[in-house]
């Protein structure tokens, strides 16, 4: 049974950081992809940043780019995404992935 849980998120103010966590559990075996996405009411939900296995490949949305950063720690099923010089529009409820499997999200609010 494969359970993602978020946490990390919050409220913070323009130009802040925060740093979100999500821990999995039940994997069989090192994800090939993990990554974070994001959605506000009303929108579709938008990748903001995917890790490989290893670390070795990183991709991020084009408004995320030079401000965030996904990492991993494969020994502890464990995925990261430090979030700086946070703005308005990063609002949104944050959710990691991997496979078909989501966790439940964390509200992330940036005044």
């Known amino acids: 049974h494969v359970q993602l849980v978020e946490s990390g998120g919050g409220e913070v103010q323009a130009g802040g950081s925060l740093r979100l966590v999500c821990s999995a559990s039940g994997l069989t075996s090192s994800a090939y992809c993990m990554g974070w996405f994001r959605q506000t009411p009303g929108k579709e939900r938008e990748e903001v940043a995917a890790?490989?296995?290893?670390?070795?490949?990183?991709r991020y949305a084009d408004s995320v780019k030079g401000r965030f950063t996904i990492s991993q720690d494969n020994a502890n099923n464990t995925l990261y995404l430090q979030m700086d010089s946070l703005r308005p529009e990063d609002t949104a409820m944050y959710y990691c992935?991997?496979?078909?499997?989501w966790g439940p999200g964390t509200q992330v609010t940036v005044s």
């Open positions: 890790i490989y296995t290893g670390g070795r490949r990183t």
């Open positions: 992935a991997t496979g078909p499997f």
